[in-house]
């Protein structure tokens, strides 16, 4: 069965510092996303991205996250300037369809720790 | 988006039959209830969707009645694997409707040998 991958599975960074954070979605799905999630908290939207756009972000995404498709195959969140409170586990997920009743596959997430 | 209520959690033993009910009183016409399972440190998996009466997939079974104002996710003969997270979410099936998903605390389901 196709599966979303997510590298790299932990990375540790100074406050401060920029990450890039990498997933492959399952290759014949359209649209991809970012979510994250702070330890014992619930799952929260960060960005949905089709056709080298963003479609809908929430207020979590500020100026200091971007998105990029860089070829065919990756999808990576890239954080600036990386603060305490970005700390949490990030998964990608991507779906054929747009819809949100379209089945979302998630990869196994990259933990982030902000020190 | 309807709100979801669900139980924060439950307890169960291997072999029992576990039902997790959801309530969405301000469902709208066009919205699906779609159930996702999330293990510790691991991203949501897609357990099953519907609209209204009875689905059934080879995991659960969910069970939605005429008024659509609550689910029940039922998980039969459960094992100690089956101890996650079980999200209920209710999302708009529209062309104009992002894949955002919104997801609640969820159920925390332990299930004890």
């Known amino acids: 069965e196709p599966e979303v991958t997510q590298t790299p599975s932990h990375q540790v960074t100074q406050m401060g510092q920029e990450v890039i954070l990498r997933c492959v979605p399952i290759?014949?799905?359209?649209?991809f996303y970012w979510y994250r999630q702070i330890l014992g908290q619930k799952v929260e939207f960060l960005v949905s991205?089709?056709?080298?756009?963003?479609?809908?972000k929430s207020e979590i995404f500020d100026d200091q996250f971007s998105v990029e498709r860089p070829d065919g195959s990756n999808f990576t969140l890239k954080i600036r300037s990386t603060k305490l409170e970005d700390s949490a586990m990030y998964f990608c997920?991507?779906?054929?369809?747009?819809?949100?009743?379209?089945?979302?596959?998630f990869g196994p997430g990259t933990r982030l720790l902000v020190l | 988006l309807a709100k979801t209520t669900q139980p924060i959690s439950m307890d169960s033993y291997e072999g029992q039959e576990v039902n997790i009910t959801c309530s969405h009183n301000?469902?709208?016409?066009?919205?699906?209830i779609t159930w996702y399972q999330q293990f510790p440190s691991q991203g949501p998996r897609f357990i099953i969707q519907?609209?209204?009466t009875k689905v059934t997939n080879e995991v659960a079974s969910l069970f939605i009645p005429a008024d659509r104002k609550s689910s029940t996710l039922s998980l039969p003969r459960v094992s100690l694997s089956d101890t996650a997270v079980y999200y209920c979410?209710?999302?708009?099936?529209?062309?104009?409707?992002?894949?955002?998903?919104?997801f609640g605390q969820g159920t925390t389901l332990q299930v004890k040998p």
């Open positions: 997920a991507s779906s054929e369809g747009g819809r949100a009743t379209e089945t979302q596959y």
């Open positions: 290759s014949n799905h359209l649209y």
């Open positions: 991205f089709y056709n080298n756009e963003i479609s809908e």
């Open positions: 301000n469902i709208a016409t066009n919205d699906y």
């Open positions: 519907g609209y209204k």
């Open positions: 979410l209710v999302q708009p099936h529209g062309s104009s409707n992002t894949g955002k998903l919104i």
